[in-house]
Each structure stands twice: as structure tokens, then as C-alpha cells.
């Protein structure tokens, strides 16, 4: 089975802090993707990485970046925390496949409060 | 732009019950696949199906079944004989192309919170 670990499932952390959130998968995927997940707003995606050193941004990449130095690992952010950004945040990876549209493996979450 | 609506937010039902949950998606690409996930209590989302868009045949897996219907651009998930381990936030979800890589992205529905009453 995929197995897609964040380091934290829960987080405190103080506004104006640099905070990185981890994720690492074993099963070799190309892609990986950051999310947050806010109630009534569902899931929306951050960022995304196709592969090492490659990121492109999703729909709400504004006060967050991140970093693919190796296949297995795609860390998330945020530069200068604000309270706006406590959240669940999960990460998923996927493998490319052929014809696409594999099915992306999620991370059990980290929920992050920025006090 | 893709979308999906799941217009219920939240629905609680008694055991053994069936409970259909309704996904209706956008979307003006002709290729496309359509999933569902599960998110119980412990926050973990757990795929549960894929569909693409030139496969309109119903599935069964145990008490799950699925209904594709591309004349109403729905895909809709019904739970037979519903359980309290059933309980969990459902999400419908669309892929959508991303710019690089050749790749594509999953637009999420807002979720259906299910919970089942012993």
C-alpha cells in the first residue's frame, strides 16, 4: 500500500513564524501535491510538484511556497505565518502512469494554528 | 473553469438505511475522470473510486454502488444497508488539466458529511 506520511498532526505555531510542514511518500510517485482544507470550502489545491525540482502553482499559492530537492519528500511554507492560514493542510502524491489521471494517496493532515 | 457542487452538505441517517450522496460536475473537456474519496474521523482520505468519462456503466463493490450519468453530468454514490463505520466526510472530485508536466489536478466538491446512527 502507498503510504504518504506528514510529520505533524498537529501544529502551534505564532504569526510572523517561518513554518515547514513535511511529507514524505515511499512508493516512487512522480507527483505530489500540497492542499488545504477549510469547512464549506472543501479542498484546494497550494502547489504541486511533477517531479524533482519541478512546482507549478495551484489555485491559492499566495503566502506559501515550497521545496522537491528529492522524489520522496515535498515540503509546504509558509514564510511569514498569519492566522489566516490555520487550516488543514494535507498532502497527496500520485504516480504519473500511463494515460494519467491516477488516483492521488492522501496523508492522514496536519492541522495547523497560527496563533 | 471545472466544478463540482455537492448540494448536500450534511445528511444522518439510522443504520441500515441507503443513502445516495450527489455529485453534479463543469467541466468543458471531453476526456476526463471523475472520483470519490472518503474522510473519516481520523482525517486520512481514502480513495474509493475513478471513473473516465467514456465509461458510463454502473459499479458495485460490496455495498457501495456508483451512477454516471453524462446527459445530467452527475455522478452519484449510493451506500446499501448503511453502517456507523460509514460515517465520514464524502468528497466528489473532477480532474482538470494543469499547465506543466502534462498533467492534471482533482477539483474537490465541498463534502457531504455523512453520519450513521446505531
Known amino acids: 500500500d502507498v503510504k504518504v506520511t506528514q510529520s505533524s498532526r498537529y501544529l502551534v505555531k505564532r504569526t510572523g513564524e517561518k513554518v515547514f510542514l513535511e511529507c514524505v511518500q515511499d512508493?516512487?510517485?512522480?507527483?505530489m501535491f500540497w492542499y488545504r482544507q477549510d469547512p464549506g470550502l472543501g479542498l484546494r489545491l497550494i502547489y504541486f510538484?511533477?517531479?524533482?525540482?519541478?512546482?507549478e502553482k495551484g489555485d491559492i499559492p499566495e503566502g506559501y511556497s515550497v521545496s522537491r530537492e528529492k522524489k520522496e519528500r515535498f515540503s509546504l511554507i509558509l514564510e511569514s505565518a498569519s492566522t489566516n492560514q490555520t487550516s488543514m493542510y494535507l498532502c497527496a502524491s500520485r504516480i504519473t502512469g500511463t494515460g494519467g489521471h491516477q488516483p492521488q494517496h492522501f496523508g492522514d493532515g496536519t492541522r495547523l494554528s497560527i496563533l | 473553469a471545472q466544478k463540482v457542487t455537492q448540494a448536500q452538505t450534511e445528511i444522518s441517517v439510522v443504520e441500515k438505511e441507503d443513502v445516495t450522496l450527489d455529485c453534479v460536475y463543469e467541466t468543458r473537456d471531453t476526456t476526463y475522470y471523475l472520483f470519490w474519496y472518503k474522510q473519516p474521523p481520523s482525517g486520512e482520505l481514502v480513495f474509493l473510486i475513478r471513473r473516465n468519462s467514456f465509461d458510463e456503466q454502473n459499479e458495485i463493490s460490496g455495498r457501495y454502488s456508483w451512477n454516471f450519468q453524462k446527459s445530467t453530468s452527475s455522478f452519484n454514490f449510493t451506500i446499501t444497508a448503511s453502517q456507523v463505520v460509514d460515517s465520514a466526510v464524502y468528497f466528489c472530485a473532477l480532474s482538470a488539466p494543469l499547465t506543466q508536466g502534462g498533467s492534471e489536478k482533482l477539483v474537490f466538491g465541498k463534502g457531504m458529511k455523512l453520519t450513521v446512527n446505531p
Open positions: 510538484s511533477y517531479d524533482v525540482k519541478m512546482k
Open positions: 512508493m516512487d510517485h512522480e507527483n
